[in-house]
């Protein structure tokens, strides 16, 4: 077996773990301490391991560190490697997603920000600009907030494509450019708003994240705010797919690695709640691109639980066969090797999770 990294980012720094059987981890942290880790971006294109850390210090301010040797030493860019430009006035709050790009653009690194922007790096996750054209898209300003802030969570691009470009926002919707982010076209068509009163609006969805299906690049999984669904075309029009599962309402979407129409999910009782349905520890997994869902527990508590994963607290590796990988704000982080038919707990008494990612490490 090949040595697999688990990035772990909690509200009082980063830990990291090494397994090359996914059974046994060898953890070292918390790195940045007493700063809350909502991004990580594991980089292996080129043959190389790069780690991209958004670290958020209470005195200092939100930063991007990178590190080359898996977290032994760890670089600050002298200049903050996102900030928004001086004629924005407004600025960043929070780095909410790290996003390296494709093969075909080895040096892009893509950054979702509260307030929601994109950012593009160059070189690597070094420096980023800000993509202008979304933050001057003329239904921006109307954008609300989610409880947790207005955040730009998710950004895929497309294998099949190197100009297209999907985002997500919470609370403004999904977005699309379909050449390589001089335009931008809300994408939400189908998406159900239980919140707002009337037809579903154009933009303004309150989307929690938004997965890709590895063989199919045009199928989208999507979680939100009471709902899940799936596009087919790329996120030109969504459909539920909720058949089997015990509630709507969530976070997180997972998509396997190689597999057609395997995702994850782990569904939240709403609005009142927020908690696990019947206070139960339990992924729910599709086999048939969301047609039906079933849950997972072997090697999971069986009594009373509480913990609630969040948007990017669910996540897979690429191996095979996949590993899956989840963190909850109870502090627990749990693995499975075997593609979530079986499950351990990997890791307990973390501050809150608040992100999870797991890459085999080139090489070795």
């Not at 924005?88 to 709050?93: E, G, H, N, S, Y």
């Not at 499975?336 to 490490?361: F, I, Y």
Request: with cysteine; hydrophobic share 35%.
């Amino acid at each position: 077996m090949t040595e697999v990294l688990l990035a772990v980012g909690t509200a009082k720094g980063l830990f990291l773990g090494r397994s090359r059987d996914r059974v046994g981890w060898d953890f070292t942290g918390p790195h940045f301490p007493m700063n809350g880790v909502y991004a990580i971006g594991i980089d292996t294109r080129e043959g190389r391991t790069r780690l991209l850390v958004g670290a958020d210090s209470s005195h200092w301010g939100p930063s991007v560190w990178h590190s080359d040797d898996l977290g032994e030493s760890w670089f600050e860019p002298t200049r903050p490697a996102v900030a928004f430009p001086e004629h924005t006035k407004v600025a960043l709050t929070r780095l909410w997603q790290l996003q390296p790009a494709g093969p075909e653009a080895p040096e892009v690194v893509y950054a979702g920000t509260e307030p929601a922007a994109l950012f593009r790096s160059a070189d690597g996750g070094e420096s980023f600009a800000l993509v202008e054209t979304l933050w001057e898209h003329p239904q921006r300003p109307e954008w609300g907030e989610g409880f947790g802030g207005q955040g730009l969570h998710t950004v895929l691009t497309d294998p099949q494509d190197p100009k297209a470009l999907t985002v997500a926002v919470s609370t403004g919707g999904v977005y699309r450019s379909a050449d390589g982010g001089a335009t931008w076209a809300p994408s939400n068509h189908g998406i159900t708003t239980g919140f707002l009163p009337g037809e579903p609006p154009e933009f303004g969805q309150c989307v929690h994240k938004v997965a890709r299906d590895p063989v199919r690049p045009g199928r989208r999984y999507l979680q939100n705010h009471g709902g899940v669904f799936r596009s087919d075309d790329a996120g030109a029009s969504w459909h539920p797919i909720e058949t089997g599962l015990p509630a709507t309402f969530g976070f997180a979407v997972a998509a396997h690695p190689h597999r057609e129409g395997v995702a994850y999910l782990a569904p939240l009782t709403a609005d009142h709640r927020r908690l696990p349905p019947e206070h139960r520890c339990r992924i729910y997994r599709t086999v048939d691109g969301g047609e039906s869902w079933h849950p997972l527990s072997a090697g999971l508590p069986q009594e009373d639980h509480y913990g609630v994963v969040l948007r990017d607290a669910l996540r897979c590796d690429d191996a095979d066969p996949a590993g899956v990988y989840f963190g909850n704000r109870n502090g627990e982080v749990y693995a499975s090797a075997d593609e979530g038919d079986s499950w351990r707990l990997v890791k307990s008494h973390l501050p809150d999770v608040l992100c999870v990612r797991a890459a085999v490490l080139p090489g070795r």
